[in-house]
């Protein structure tokens, strides 16, 4: 473990599966507390917390939509509440749609932009107000960015 990492936070959006599950793991075995923010998979969430915690770290999970700026607020300030100190952010979670474009409803739209852009940037802010020198902000996005998928 590092010794900078001891006594750190890490907050980790998306964190209950997939890549933001792997990143929270591995700031785990780092030794950064870490909070493993998720939306819909309760089990999911508490089995990250779990092996998080079999290894030896500290970790909680905690519920918030990140499309849903008072959620993102619940969100820091639970682990804030938590562990008292912010010192990196992993804006990992993101939602896409799997239709083609003329299908999607205004609704859906709404939602892919809260999550990705909106979420993010306050996600950012929030972060930015809490966080000492030396802490960090990791925005991850995917291919779709770059590469038009064909429906």
């Known amino acids: 473990m590092p010794e900078n990492a ?12 997939g ?4 990143i929270a793991l591995k700031l785990g075995t780092m030794g950064f ?12 969430a508490a089995a990250t917390v779990a092996e998080i915690e079999a290894g030896g770290g500290s970790a909680v999970a905690v519920r918030a939509d990140i499309g849903n ?19 990196i952010l992993v804006n990992n979670a993101g939602v896409r749609l799997f239709k083609p474009m003329a299908a999607v409803t205004e609704a859906e ?10 979420g993010v940037f306050f996600a950012c802010q929030m972060a930015a107000r809490h966080m000492a020198d030396g802490g960090r902000i990791i925005n991850i996005s995917s291919s779709v960015t770059r590469v038009l998928m064909a429906n």
């Open 6 to 17: 001891a006594g750190k936070t890490a907050l980790v959006t998306g964190a209950s599966r």
């Open 19 to 22: 890549i933001g599950k792997a």
């Open 33 to 44: 507390c870490v909070a493993v923010n998720y939306v819909n998979d309760d089990a999911a």
């Open 69 to 87: 700026v008072e959620e993102v607020r619940t969100l820091f300030d639970h682990t804030l509440s938590r562990y008292g100190r912010l010192d």
């Open 109 to 118: 739209y709404d939602a892919v932009f809260d999550t990705n852009v909106k």
